[in-house]
């Protein structure tokens, strides 16, 4: 597999100079609605409104994935739904750091250790291959600033993106009202299957809610 949504969210999220993260808290709920959205896409999981539940435990092959299903397969605990804003909240704090990893493990961020002023242990991660974030950044620009049609995950990154008020980290330079009115459209457009579309409109409420909640918005 390609990078998944969750690795693509925390590539836009690196200063391509010092490879320290923005929007820490806000990247946390797209980074973890990535991940969930990835689940859909390939059939292991389904977001009908508040809900989500696990449709198919069998394993993608990409370890970020399966290692959040088994963790979704234990936080449900034999039940056969659960909130979607709850397991987003669970997960904010530990999706980002789980995605890193699995973009260091790809070759495609290192990870740096120092200390601020000497004291604190800081981590940063610089661009080992600037190839996947490059193409991401003109992927979004063809959709968002171009007018090109997205294929469905291209739309669920910007749907997430848009909802958790990410559109600095995505269009750096760029005012968020020249980015933001495409890419609420792209959100709710025909882009992809109905239950698809259906799941990413449930997520995107999702993301709203919890980033008004803890005061990310």
Do not use: N
């Not at 260091?104 to 740096?112: L, Y």
């Not at 193409?135 to 990154?157: F, N, S, W, Y």
């Amino acid at each position: 597999m390609a990078t998944t949504l969750a690795e693509e969210i925390v590539l836009l999220s690196l200063d391509d100079e010092t490879g320290v993260p923005g929007q820490r808290q806000e990247a946390g709920w797209a980074v973890a609605g990535g991940i969930l959205l990835e689940l859909v896409l390939t059939g292991r999981a389904s977001v009908e409104g508040k809900y989500l539940k696990l449709t198919d435990r069998t394993p993608t092959g990409e370890r970020l994935l399966d290692d959040r299903m088994a963790m979704l397969d234990t936080w449900l605990r034999g039940r056969e739904k659960g909130s979607v804003t709850e397991w987003l909240t669970k997960d904010q704090g530990k999706a980002g750091r789980a995605a890193v990893e699995s973009l260091c493990a790809r070759g495609v961020v290192v990870e740096q250790q120092h200390k601020a002023l000497g004291l604190f242990p800081t981590r940063r991660y610089l661009a080992a291959d600037g190839a996947p974030k490059s193409e991401l950044r003109q992927r979004l620009r063809a959709v968002v600033l171009d007018g090109a049609a997205p294929d469905e995950r291209t739309a669920g990154l910007i749907a997430l993106l848009h909802a958790a008020k990410l559109h600095r980290l995505a269009f750096p330079g760029l005012p968020r009202k020249q980015v933001a009115a495409r890419m609420a459209e792209v959100a709710a457009g025909q882009w992809v299957g109905e239950s698809v579309r259906a799941a990413i409109r449930d997520m995107e409420a999702a993301v709203v809610t919890t980033t008004v909640v803890m005061g990310g918005g």
